[in-house]
């Protein structure tokens, strides 16, 4: 048996630590997004995987949430002395991730096996896959036109107004051979960002497919607490996607592709009208501030997907 | 007036910085191999160009003669951890300069070009000009096979045995536009490892014709003292090459494209062996440890082509 975690950033990255306390090695396979990859100086960058690879390595800097622990700065420093692009934060111990990955992809490895390599090299245990290893490209149509992700994301932090969100080189986009798409029995859609995080992943045509077609549950858990995110622009695209900026309005996007729904106490009062779209509801406190927290949360998405199996 | 000075590695980097105190910016360009630049990681490395803008730019590790000072390693002892290529040594500053030549270069900037911006940024008002912004490539033959100049001087440590040098793409290499070729008035050869560092530069036909049909004085420094090398493999090559291992070795070597030699103290002894060969001699103290033996040095080169003008 296999859970699949669909997880992007900060967030899916905490729960994705909760579920690898709570399962086995052998019975998840965290799925990660891609679409903000990008080259920056020749290296190639794979945020998402790597957030979540030094959450479960225990290196991450747990008061950002990405980037390494006990980091220093020297090159940037001197990359801010050059007036060179600083807007992307490289730290001096993040850049031999950069480097090293950079190096094996140019001798013809694929993200795939890079990213188990790394994880072998890091000494973590569980499987992650990086969606797919074609070049799945998140754009970001904004008043300010067309962005690449981390333009929009890193550079200009999110602040223009956004009207939609492309998927470039989708149709392209193989699913990565890590992940065994025979043995599923559930799947757990992170609190991650929906547009940027999770809609990426599921563009991935065999895997919508599957996830449509599924004979599995599948559970999700809402990024959306009150009207606020939790971190990150998710609430502020939603108000300029024109949806409600609430629970209900994550649980209408993803309306096909799921069967269980985490929303947090707080919300519980939205439980019927989310019912009434014909999805089982449970609340549960999804503030993930401690390890504590992480493990509650990723234990009632797992004893759920065990009561709609 | 313009003085070229022909440079490679440390030894031509010190004595760059001795003429950097007897000329003014604008009589002096350095000349700087580029044989030994190469792709790293998905960096663009050129060792020798990087080598002389720290010397002139104060921010050179004087111990070695290369690389930053102040440096720090957090990247490269993550990269150990990765078990990835550890060979050439990656500082953390080191690597601010390899990032932001790549992005210009990505950009589509030359190497010229970027080396300007560089030492602009850094402040150094003397030009560095690589030879040529065409990809020339130093290989190496050995009785390991043909090894590229990375393989053979970093990674194997010089130690096979060296049958012969070439240089990949020289037919292409264009001389650097940052290289006035209309006012030489005249021409010092670096104390620098001939095979590697000079004969690559000389590769570049447009110079190494105007050095042969000459209208100035070209003055070269011998890397030899003695039946050594100052430093780096300069006479473990020569002895396997079956040359004299002494400074007219090197004199015979240079044969047709100087006019004056400096050897040092101790080699007087060989003055006449080479004025035999039609070249004039100076002998001058030339082991460079202090930024005074560095002018004093640069000093007898200047007035040596003063008085063969």
Chains 1, 2 share one sequence.
Not at 113 to 118: A, F, G, L, M, S
Not at 194 to 204: A, G, H, K, M, R
Not at 253 to 278: K, P, S, T
Request: aromatic share 6%.
């Amino acid at each position: 048996m296999t859970i699949l975690a669909l997880t992007g950033g900060v967030g899916g990255a905490k729960l994705s630590l909760g579920l690898s306390h709570v399962l086995e090695p052998n019975e998840v396979t965290f799925v990660v997004n891609v679409g903000d990859d990008f080259e920056h100086m020749g290296l190639s960058i794979s945020p998402d995987v790597d957030t979540l690879t030094y959450t479960l390595a225990a290196i991450v800097n747990e008061s950002t949430g990405w980037g390494r622990a006990d980091e220093s700065w020297d090159c940037l420093s001197e990359l801010e002395n050059f007036e060179a692009d600083t807007w992307f934060q490289l730290g001096d111990r993040d850049l031999a991730l950069h480097l090293f990955r950079t190096a094996l992809l140019k001798r013809g490895k694929t993200l795939t096996e890079v990213t188990q390599t790394i994880c072998e090299r890091l000494g973590v245990e569980y499987k992650i896959a990086p969606v797919t290893d074609s070049s799945l490209r998140t754009r970001v149509l904004t008043a300010q036109g067309s962005l690449a992700f981390q333009d929009y994301f890193v550079r200009l932090k999110c602040e223009p107004e956004v009207s939609a969100v492309e998927y470039h080189q989708r149709t392209l986009a193989s699913l990565s051979p890590a992940i065994n798409t025979d043995e599923i029995t559930g799947v757990v859609i992170c609190p991650s960002n929906p547009f940027l995080s999770i809609d990426p992943i599921l563009e991935v045509d065999e895997l919508r497919s599957l996830l449509i077609n599924r004979d599995f549950p599948v559970v999700a858990v809402s990024p959306i607490v009150g009207d606020r995110a939790i971190k990150g622009p998710t609430a502020k695209m939603m108000r300029e996607l024109k949806m409600p900026v609430t629970c209900v309005g994550v649980a209408q996007h993803y309306i096909e592709l799921m069967d269980g729904y985490v929303i947090d106490d707080a919300d519980a009062h939205q439980m019927r009208e989310i019912e009434e779209l014909g999805i089982r509801v449970r609340n549960a406190p999804s503030i993930m501030r401690s390890l504590e927290d992480k493990v509650a949360l990723a234990r009632v998405c797992v004893d759920f997907l065990k009561e709609l199996r």
